[in-house]
């Protein structure tokens, strides 16, 4: 899925969400959610995945410590 049909996805579901509709219409395909609480898992899974596509994958983190070894 490309970056601008996450996009498209998103602005549908957050437009339905806005009006109070549980099913949303996108390229022909109709989705109804049985609860205000799937729509907003399926928006965070979307934000996710925009963000990452965004950023180019995952970042790696290193972490050092030190210690005197007392």
Request: hydrophobic share 45%; net charge positive; proline share 0%.
């Amino acid at each position: 899925m490309t970056l601008e049909e996450m996009l498209a996805q998103r602005d549908a579901l957050l437009a339905a969400r806005f009006r109070g509709v549980r099913t949303v219409e996108i390229d022909g395909r109709r989705v109804t959610y049985a609860s205000d609480a799937e729509m907003a898992a399926a928006l965070t899974d979307l934000e996710r995945r925009i963000a990452a596509t965004r950023e180019g994958g995952r970042k790696r983190r290193i972490l050092t410590s030190a210690s005197k070894g007392l």
